[in-house]
């Protein structure tokens, strides 16, 4: 039988790679411009299923194998370990078989009659299909419709042939295992008839079987009594629950009132630029779908865009991590914050500017449009000035640090606003900004915002955030390290890589791919780190309303990061760029990542410094309702997004894209919407997290304290 496996295989590499077959796949392959689309995906998933097909066969000849090898005895442990592996059942059989010395013969057969001769059919129809067409001249030969037909016809009988090569191995593998366990049962019941010592211990296994506790060994007749306090609010669910339980945060943490007030502070003003700012883009959004809204000139859309994108840059995104890193740089330093009062300038510093910046560009008064550096110089300057307010407090605090190290969230922290000061200043400073040094810079400052401030900055909180909410140690302090380098080497290098195919130098356009597939190193150690972090602690997710923005955080950051480094290919770039592709890659970064991380750490923080914790079931509306939101945003986008650069690339008119677009638009409005309502149920859960309402334990001490202050002989 495994000669005719062995024969059919042969017969299939002499059919699918004879000379004339590979003469004209080297043919048909030749680089094309216009290579199709839908044959690559094809044939992309061809190969794919393939090697799935490949992995089973591994695996079954593998398992065939060892059945092999098993079939090799050991002597008296062969023995042992057959009786061990009897149940009660099956030792009753063989003691009844000696007692009664009758014998069972049982033996499947089976066949596969015709196997051969459907497979050899198959592949004479295969290699008939290979040599059936021949290329026209003068044609895209992969986008001529018999082209594709004789690509399926191919595909489909080489599929099913390896899937009956699969199966026959598996039937193979299933006989030849049920052939060794029949053999060896039969030789086991032979030994129990004529060996008594083999039936003796038979006995005894059949007794160790049957043995039963009485359930009364260890605890005796005394009912249970917790004398120690161990277990404490044991609670039975006598239903069944809609919303799994939660288990509750950690409790209130002792931390400086002064601290907490000055991060409720920075916080809440963030939790209000999400909101206006995500309620400027439902409203833009809206737009795409119903372009005559309105006719305001401050509601148009060229000027509501960059309120929306900056409000939540410079808003929502920097100032609840400047919030939350108070926290942390303070909390792993082991000290108190150098200056309370300095926390308090920058936050009025950075409010300022964004409230007189967004006024500002809806009244039409701005940078001359570069992205993200919208802002007018003596407004960034505002905003600028609080990041270094901010800044010089996080040194002086990490300087007087208790502790011998310096943890590698502060490394990230601190690195994110020292290039923010070095983007900004180079971003607005004007003597090298005449012609093409003003795209370069502003690729420069576009994307290091984005990657040296955002997600080096979140990447921080989450390396103290996250194991401390696992309660479980980074897995693996040198891949953060790793991490760090390769980021700051690799990512300062690649902003101009949004201006592939432009003036700039080629060399510079090159430095920047490059640069890009260096990032796979920073993406891939970090989310290395942070899932092993996770190892052995995956089952504690369905338990946390934390735990899953994390996990989607994570998810996010290798998925759109490693959509970043494909997006910079120079072919990829000639269709996806200038498109509605780059709208979705924005959003999967800045959304995605840095969104859901900020989330996940609010959650975690808030509650140990307030003790109030949000309802559970607020919580997961807000996970569910912004994670359906940005995928039913980005997912329709980055499809018609594709479609759109292949209409460009084939001189079709600019307003049939705009059509095509239409649906895919609709989506957009869609999710937006339901991003944008997530913002408000999260909103209502920061109040409820930090209303000013005492907890239970703060209560329930002040009352104690008041009882211990009135006289014993007093009436109450």
């Keep these: 039988m495994k000669l005719k496996i062995y024969l059919t295989l042969s017969l299939i590499g002499l059919l699918q790679f004879s000379p004339r077959t590979a003469v004209y796949a080297a043919d048909v392959l030749k680089p094309d411009p216009a290579f199709n689309t839908g044959v690559c995906i094809i044939i992309a998933f061809t190969i794919f299923f393939l090697l799935l097909l490949l992995v089973w066969l591994i695996r079954l000849a593998r398992g065939l194998k060892e059945d092999e090898a098993a079939q090799e005895k050991h002597g008296d442990k062969w023995i042992f370990r057959q009786i061990n592996s009897l149940d009660a059942r099956q030792l009753d059989q063989l003691i009844s078989r000696r007692n009664s010395r009758k014998k069972a013969i049982g033996k499947a057969k089976g066949g596969h009659n015709g196997f051969t001769a459907v497979m050899v059919l198959l592949l004479l129809l295969s290699s008939l299909e290979v040599n059936a067409q021949t290329p026209a001249d003068g044609k895209n030969i992969l986008t001529s419709p018999g082209m594709i037909i004789m690509l399926t016809l191919i595909f489909i009988p080489l599929v099913i042939t390896v899937f009956l090569v699969a199966l026959k191995i598996r039937n193979l593998a299933m006989k030849t295992r049920y052939n060794r366990l029949n053999s060896e049962a039969r030789e086991l019941a032979n030994i129990v008839d004529n060996d008594d010592g083999v039936y003796d211990d038979l006995i005894k296994r059949k007794h160790a079987l049957n043995y039963r506790l009485t359930n009364n060994e260890l605890a005796g007749n005394i009912g249970p009594e917790d004398a120690k306090g161990i277990l404490f609010n044991v609670d039975e669910v006598h239903g069944p629950r809609f919303f799994a339980a939660k288990r509750k945060a950690a409790h209130k943490h002792q931390t400086d009132p002064r601290l907490i007030k000055l991060i409720m502070w920075y916080l809440g003003t963030a939790t209000l630029w999400l909101v206006l700012g995500t309620s400027v883009g439902e409203y833009i959004g809206i737009k795409f779908v119903s372009p005559d809204a309105d006719h305001i000139s401050w509601l148009s859309f060229g000027r509501l865009r960059p309120v929306h994108t900056n409000m939540v840059f410079w808003g929502w995104s920097s100032m609840a991590m400047l919030g939350l890193g108070y926290y942390v740089v303070s909390t792993v330093s082991n ?52 990041i270094v307010v901010s800044l010089a407090n996080y040194i002086q605090t990490i300087a007087q640090r208790k502790t011998k190290e310096i943890y590698i969230s502060n490394w990230y922290i601190v690195s994110a606003m020292m290039f923010l000061t070095v983007i900004v200043t180079v971003g607005y400073l004007p003597f090298y900004q005449d012609g093409l040094g003003e795209t370069i810079v502003q690729g420069y400052y576009m994307h290091q915002a984005v990657g040296m401030w955002f997600m080096f900055f979140n990447l921080g909180l989450v390396y103290y955030f996250l194991p401390q909410q696992l309660n479980t140690p980074i897995y693996s302090y040198s891949l953060g390290i790793l991490a760090y380098w390769s980021q700051i080497l690799f990512y300062t290098l690649i902003g101009t890589h949004h201006f592939i195919f432009s003036s700039i130098p080629w060399w510079l356009q090159t430095v920047a791919i490059v640069g890009s597939m260096g990032m796979l190193i920073p993406v891939f150690s970090g989310t290395t780190n942070f899932i092993m972090t996770f190892r052995g602690n995956f089952n504690k997710i369905g338990r946390s309303y934390t735990l899953p923005f994390y996990i989607v955080g994570i998810l996010f950051y290798f998925t759109g990061s490693t959509q970043g480094t494909a997006e910079a290919f120079r072919e990829t770039n000639l269709i996806w760029h200038f498109t509605d592709f780059t709208t979705a890659h924005s959003h999967i970064t800045m959304y995605g990542i840095i969104a859901f991380f900020l989330w996940a750490s609010i959650y975690t923080i808030v509650p140990r410094l307030t003790g109030n914790e949000p309802k559970q079931g607020l919580v997961g509306a807000h996970f569910w309702m912004a994670l359906i939101g940005v995928l039913f945003y980005t997912i329709p986008l980055m499809v018609g997004g594709t479609l759109k650069g292949m209409a460009w690339r084939d001189g079709k008119p600019f307003i049939d894209s705009v059509v095509l677009m239409a649906p895919y638009w609709l989506w957009r409005a869609i999710g937006g919407s339901l991003m944008w309502a997530s913002h408000l149920v999260f909103a209502w859960n920061m109040y409820v997290m930090f209303s000013g309402h005492k907890s239970d334990p703060d209560i329930r001490k002040e009352v104690f304290e008041k009882l211990n202050a009135i006289p014993v002989n007093a009436e109450i």
């Design 335 to 386: 000290t108190a914050v150098y200056s309370i009062k300095w926390g308090y300038y920058s936050l009025v510093l950075m409010n300022a500017a964004i409230v007189l910046g967004s006024g500002m560009l809806m009244a039409g008064i701005n940078n001359g449009g570069g992205e993200y550096r919208e802002y007018i110089w003596p407004v960034m300057a505002l905003f600028a000035g609080g």
